[in-house]
């Protein structure tokens, strides 16, 4: 009987070999619960030791040339799973190792970015200024540059308060389909610019 079966195990590990899928799922089903033990031995986690799992049957099929059907093939599981584990551990400790730096660089970067993206708002702001009549265009720039009040605004320019408040929604409503058309990107930073 133990003879039939070490034949079966064989000939299932030569087809893995050479490719065939329907043997790997064989393979896969027969010795998972015995990778996932190797698994949760190194981790001591059992998401960690899923993924670990998961992440050696992928490695067991890309190696599966290597495959002796001669040899112990729960050594050859064993091999495997633990150079997975250690090479797991190497990337972590690499990618602690540069996160900080990258941090740091994704921080330098991100100001930058920040900078750019204000100077690409202010200078739509200034295009979509020009597109305004040079009445609302003057409503705007008191209101927003002089700070004026719009009762103020009313009364400088001899107009009533509900017309600078049209102007000015009117000027808006502009500056916004401006900025949606050139810059969908930049529409919060336009946003931040009207309300300050």
Not at 48 to 64: K, P, S, Y
Request: net charge positive; aromatic share 10%; proline share 2%.
């Amino acid at each position: 009987m133990e003879k039939l079966e070490s034949f079966k195990n064989v000939k299932l590990l030569n087809d893995v070999r050479n490719g065939d899928s329907v043997a790997f799922n064989e393979i896969y089903h027969k010795y998972r619960q015995k990778i996932y033990g190797y698994a949760h031995h190194f981790t001591r986690c059992r998401e960690a030791a899923e993924e670990l799992t998961q992440d050696t049957f992928v490695r067991l099929w890309e190696n599966r040339a290597k495959i002796d059907p001669e040899r112990n093939f729960d050594a050859f599981l064993y091999t495997l799973i633990r150079n997975n584990f250690l090479t797991t551990l190497r990337k972590k400790a690499r990618e602690k190792a540069y996160s900080h730096e990258n941090l740091k660089q994704e921080q330098s970067f991100n100001a930058i970015e920040d900078e750019l993206n204000a100077k690409e708002s202010e200078r739509l702001a200034k295009d979509a200024i020009e597109t305004f009549s040079p009445q609302v265009k003057k409503i705007y720039l008191m209101s927003r540059h002089d700070h004026h009040t719009h009762e103020e605004i009313a009364q400088l320019m001899g107009i009533s308060k509900n017309t600078v408040n049209n102007h000015l929604k009117k000027s808006l409503g502009v500056m916004r389909k401006y900025f949606r058309t050139y810059s969908p990107e930049t529409i919060l930073s336009l946003i931040a610019l009207i309300c300050c």
